[in-house]
C-alpha cells in the first residue's frame, strides 16, 4: 500500500517555487550529466551527537569500493529525456495524484481535495500532480528544467538508473560523496551554518519561510556552489533523495532510504529534521511527493577521466 505517513511534522519536505530556469536542448548532451569520481577504501560515517534520530548513528567505520556519483540530482531535462526515450509513466501518473504543499495549490485545484493528511492538513493530496504538473493540472515545469525532478518514487528513480545505464548510490556512498572524504562534520563544508551554503527553511513551519537563503522553496539543482571540496552540489536541503537501501522496519511494509533532508527542514530540527550530512528516513518505494528526487550512481571506471576524488 502507498504511505505518507513517514512525512509527519518531522519529516514533511514540501512544495517548489518557480524560478526561471534554462533548458537544455533534448539531442544535446546536459552540462547536469557529470559524475564525480571518489576512490574506494575504509571511512567513518553516521553520527554520535546525543540528538540522533531515525538510525543516524551510532558513527562507525565502513568499507566501500570505488565509485562514480552524479554531481546534480537530477534535473527535469534529464528526467524528460528518459520519459520521451521510453515512453515511462510515473507512479504518481499511475496512482492519478500526489502531495502538494497547500500554499501552491491554485484555490481552483484546491476545492476538488477532498482528503488529507491527519496531523498535516497543509499537505493536500492533488489529483494529477506528477513531475510534470508539480502543482497540480494547470502548472508546468517548463521554465524549471534545471530543478530536480520531483514526484518521483524509489521505484521510479530505479528505472530512470536502469535505463542511464547506472543504479541508485547505497547509503555509504551518498553519505560519502556529502561528506568529501571529511569525517566527522555537520555539513559537508565543515561545522559552521551558512545561510548561502543549501536550501533549507527559514522561519516558523508551516506558516512562513523567510527565504534567507534565496529559496521560499525548490530550487535549481545549481543554485548555491558546491557543497564541499569534492564538487557535489545540494547534497544537503533542497530535496530529498532516494539510496538502495532498505530502511529499518516500522511495520510490515518494506521502506527505502532517503537522504539529505529538502528545503523544509531547519538547522534545528524543532518542527521537522535536523539539516546535517547524517539525516536520514524511510518510506515505501511507491511513494511520491513534490520533494523526492533523486541522483544516480555507478562502480568507478577504470579509466581515471572522470574528476577524480
Request: aromatic content about 12%; charged content about 30%; some cysteine.
Amino acid at each position: 500500500m502507498r504511505i505518507v505517513a513517514i512525512f509527519s511534522i518531522f519529516s514533511l519536505v514540501v512544495g517548489v517555487q518557480l524560478h526561471s530556469a534554462i533548458a537544455s536542448k533534448d539531442n544535446t548532451k546536459s552540462q547536469y550529466d557529470k559524475m564525480v569520481r571518489f576512490e574506494g577504501g575504509t571511512y567513518r560515517i553516521g553520527t554520535d551527537v546525543k540528538d540522533t534520530r531515525d538510525g543516524e548513528g551510532p558513527s562507525r567505520m565502513v568499507k566501500v569500493k570505488s565509485f562514480e556519483i552524479d554531481q546534480y540530482s537530477v534535473t527535469n531535462e534529464q528526467f524528460r529525456r528518459f520519459v520521451r526515450d521510453t515512453k515511462y509513466r510515473t507512479e504518481a501518473e499511475t496512482f492519478k495524484w500526489s502531495f502538494v504543499l497547500d500554499p501552491f495549490v491554485s484555490e481552483k485545484v484546491k476545492v476538488t481535495v477532498t482528503d488529507s493528511v491527519e496531523g498535516a492538513p497543509w499537505w493536500l493530496p492533488v489529483k494529477g500532480a506528477y513531475w510534470r504538473q508539480p502543482f497540480g493540472p494547470g502548472t508546468s515545469i517548463k521554465d524549471m528544467m534545471n530543478y530536480p525532478a520531483i514526484h518521483i518514487s524509489w521505484n521510479d528513480a530505479t528505472a530512470y538508473c536502469k535505463w542511464a545505464k547506472k543504479r541508485l548510490p547505497t547509503e555509504i556512498e551518498w553519505e560519502y560523496a556529502a561528506r568529501g572524504g571529511v569525517d566527522g562534520k555537520i555539513y559537508p563544508w565543515g561545522n559552521k551554518y551558512e545561510v548561502k551554503r543549501m536550501n533549507i527553511w527559514q522561519g516558523e513551519f508551516p506558516n512562513k519561510n523567510t527565504a534567507e537563503d534565496g529559496y521560499p522553496a525548490v530550487c535549481p539543482v545549481d543554485a548555491f556552489k558546491p557543497q564541499n571540496d569534492k564538487g557535489m552540489y545540494n547534497m544537503i536541503g533542497n530535496v530529498w533523495e532516494w539510496t538502495s537501501d532498505t530502511y529499518e522496519p516500522r511495520g510490515k511494509e518494506k521502506q527505502n532510504v532517503l537522504r539529505g533532508g529538502s528545503y523544509l527542514d531547519t538547522v534545528d530540527g524543532v518542527k521537522n529534521h535536523i539539516a546535517r550530512v547524517t539525516t536520514r528516513m524511510g518510506n515505501t518505494p511507491d511513494s511520491s511527493s513534490d520533494n523526492l528526487g533523486f541522483r544516480c550512481a555507478r562502480k568507478a571506471s577504470k579509466s581515471r577521466s572522470k574528476t577524480e576524488l
